[in-house]
């Protein structure tokens, strides 16, 4: 028998560990493991290569992907469907893991609802915004990152007493955001899902520094809109293009919320913007961990046949759940979660 393996959309830390733990269970019960290249681009095209003992070896705490990934959509592309049926049935795959977000995971819920396509999924984005799971790994090794950060911004803010604006990916949920900024102690928190005025974050770090603080850290969301007490509601992208799945391109938002915020309060404000950087190196022990127990389940569903399944998380447990279900909505950040966060504002 022989399984596919896929990673597709942005990369994340933790990829390479997933890849490791199903093929080592796969080869372990005698399977043969094929490393798709670069996302469904790979089985467009036709790009295949074998994944044994040796090309697994020494990966866990790699990032990045071995296998290359990329955005693109098969039903996006002429014949793009066909193409793909084809190259399963000639390279004789009876099976796909897939793994990636609500795109990639999208693209396999659809074959299998329409084309009974032998597939599973495992949860991976940064932006920790799939439904059905409790966390996607890589969103850990994400919050680190940006923790990391707002620890050393603080320092130079505080030595300054400037405003340092922060600026985290997440695309349209303000997962990553919300819990580097309460484990940084962010001073203001602006996500897309509970929107604060710019008016409103400016009156926080006044009323802050009234009090006597004359440094703020302000960490946004690159899906934060600009938001005004008028009503009007601004997007910050940079290109109005989108991608195979629909998706313009965001980042800006931090240096256009850094020049209102120096403008309405009068005090000297510097922005970053953390970018890829997110996205890059070795993931954390608890992604390593998270990631090889999907990635161990993935394969226990392939082995079962239990196809249009998804390794999710429930606790602490590891279970799995539809691939449909995981792909109908996003899951944004509640108003639990906002209101830990405001409780540490201005
Ligand atoms: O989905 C992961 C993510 O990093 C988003 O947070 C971000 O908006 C997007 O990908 C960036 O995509 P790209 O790597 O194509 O610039």
């Known amino acids: 028998m022989r399984a596919g393996i896929?990673?597709?959309?942005?990369?994340?830390?933790?990829?390479?560990?997933?890849?490791?733990?199903?093929?080592r269970r796969l080869l372990d019960r005698g399977w043969e493991v094929i490393g798709v290249r670069e996302g469904w681009r790979g089985l467009v095209e036709a790009k295949l290569e074998p994944l044994g003992m040796r090309e697994i070896?020494?990966?866990?705490?790699?990032?990045?992907?071995?296998?290359?990934?990329?955005?693109?959509?098969?039903?996006?592309?002429?014949?793009?469907?066909?193409?793909?049926?084809r190259t399963v049935?000639?390279?004789?795959?009876?099976?796909?893991?897939?793994?990636?977000?609500?795109?990639?995971?999208?693209?396999?819920?659809?074959?299998?609802?329409?084309?009974?396509?032998?597939?599973?999924?495992?949860?991976?984005?940064?932006?920790?915004?799939?439904?059905?799971?409790?966390?996607?790994f890589g969103f850990d090794t994400a919050v680190s990152v940006c923790t990391e950060a707002i620890d050393r911004l603080h320092t130079t803010a505080e030595s300054h007493n400037r405003v340092m604006v922060v600026e985290v990916m997440g695309r349209h949920t303000g997962w990553i955001a919300v819990m580097s900024g309460i484990a940084g102690g962010a001073d203001v928190i602006l996500i897309p899902e509970h929107p604060l005025t710019v008016e409103e974050a400016c009156d926080e770090i006044s009323r802050r520094h009234a009090k006597g603080k004359d440094f703020s850290i302000v960490v946004v969301s690159e899906g934060y809109e600009l938001t005004y007490a008028s009503?009007?509601?601004?997007?910050?992208?940079?290109?109005?293009?989108?991608?195979?799945?629909?998706?313009?391109?965001?980042?800006?938002?931090?240096?256009?919320?850094?020049?209102?915020?120096?403008?309405?309060?009068?005090?000297?404000t510097r922005v970053t913007v953390l970018g890829h950087v997110q996205r890059g190196g070795s993931p954390t022990?608890?992604?390593?961990?998270?990631?090889?127990?999907?990635?161990?389940?993935?394969?226990?569903?392939?082995?079962?046949?239990?196809?249009?399944?998804?390794?999710?998380?429930?606790?602490?447990?590891?279970v799995d759940v539809s691939l449909k279900e995981a792909t109908a909505e996003l899951k944004t950040v509640p108003p639990e979660w906002y209101d830990v966060a405001k409780a540490f504002f201005g």
């Open 6 to 23: 896929l990673t597709g959309g942005g990369d994340c830390p933790g990829l390479n560990a997933v890849i490791r733990a199903t093929a």
């Open 57 to 85: 070896s020494g990966i866990l705490p790699r990032g990045g992907t071995i296998i290359g990934t990329s955005r693109t959509n098969p039903y996006k592309l002429d014949g793009g469907v066909d193409a793909v049926l």
């Open 89 to 136: 049935a000639e390279s004789g795959l009876d099976a796909l893991v897939a793994i990636g977000g609500e795109d990639t995971l999208g693209v396999a819920a659809r074959l299998h609802a329409e084309e009974r396509f032998p597939v599973v999924g495992v949860p991976k984005t940064i932006d920790n915004d799939l439904s059905a799971t409790d966390y996607t």
């Open 231 to 268: 009503g009007e509601r601004r997007q910050v992208a940079q290109e109005a293009a989108t991608d195979a799945f629909g998706h313009v391109r965001l980042g800006g938002v931090g240096d256009a919320l850094a020049r209102e915020i120096e403008e309405r309060t009068g005090y000297e």
């Open 285 to 318: 022990p608890r992604d390593r961990v998270l990631a090889t127990r999907y990635g161990l389940k993935a394969a226990d569903l392939v082995l079962d046949g239990s196809w249009g399944r998804m390794a999710a998380l429930h606790g602490d447990r590891i």
